[in-house]
T-cell receptor
Framework: EAGVAQSPRYKIIEKRQSVAFWCNPI?????LYWYQQILGQGPKLLIQ????????DSQLPKDRFSAERLKGVDSTLKIQPAKLEDSAVYLC????????????FGSGTRLTVV | AQSVAQPEDQVNVAEGNPLTVKCTYS??????LFWYVQYPNRGLQFLLK??????LVKGSYGFEAEFNKSQTSFHLKKPSALVSDSALYFC???????????FGGGTRLMVKP
């Protein structure tokens, strides 16, 4: 099966600019996650979707971050305006409904805010 | 709240020697535990998981992990390390009621020839 696709692979922006990341999960996976991985740390969940509904966004900085999954398939994560501390790898993952399954991760988007 | 801890930031081992990467967890109910590996500029790759059954779980690339309920641990092991095993390893866990994975902080494994 095809993996989780993410784009772009790399992005460099200046602080206060906006940026968007795209994710296409594995076909048929109902659950989609966005994680933020700061250098030297483990991934931290930002938001979890079940189909096109938000299940958990408690750790999403909603004043600047937004995410959507309009048709229950692809998802976009946006940051506006970006801060220096947003520099990180943004990982998308998907999983089927079976809770015993782990996630499949995409390769991530490395964001550098200068 | 669930948590996963990896007490070692880095583990150094000589090629051919056995390796252990430690993980402890705090998960309510029955834990589902996972190990992932991350190579530079790559996403996380699934290595193995414990759901139920045998405490010793075998995974990809010769890795295995031992679930110990009394010690709430899920250490990753390999009998003979390879230089190519050098990477960042993450332990993760969740309970059987939810989907959200909680990750440990990661352990960098360095295998020297």
């Amino acid at each position: 099966e095809a993996g989780v696709a993410q784009s772009p692979r790399y992005k460099i922006i200046e602080k206060r600019q906006s940026v968007a990341f795209w994710c296409n999960p594995i076909s048929g996976h109902a659950t989609l996650y966005w994680y933020q991985q700061i250098l030297g740390q483990g991934p931290k969940l930002l938001i979890q979707f079940q189909n096109n509904g938000v299940v958990d966004d408690s750790q999403l900085p909603k004043d600047r971050f937004s995410a959507e999954r309009l048709k229950g398939v692809d998802s976009t994560l946006k940051i506006q305006p970006a801060k220096l501390e947003d520099s990180a790898v943004y990982l998308c993952a998907s999983s089927p409904d079976n809770r015993a399954r782990g996630y499949t991760f995409g390769s991530g988007t490395r964001l550098t805010v200068v | 709240a669930q948590s996963v801890a990896q007490p070692e930031d880095q583990v150094n081992v000589a090629e051919g020697n056995p390796l252990t990467v430690k993980c402890t967890y705090s998960v309510s109910g029955n834990p589902y535990l996972f190990w992932y590996v991350q190579y530079p500029n790559r996403g996380l790759q699934f290595l193995l998981k414990y759901i139920t059954g045998d405490n010793l779980v075998k995974g990809s690339y010769g890795f295995e992990a031992e679930f110990n309920k009394s010690q709430t641990s899920f250490h990753l092991k390999k009998p003979s390390a390879l230089v190519s095993d050098s990477a960042l390893y993450f332990c993760a866990g969740k309970n059987n009621a939810g989907n959200m994975l909680t990750f440990g902080g990661g352990t960098r494994l360095m295998v020297k020839p």
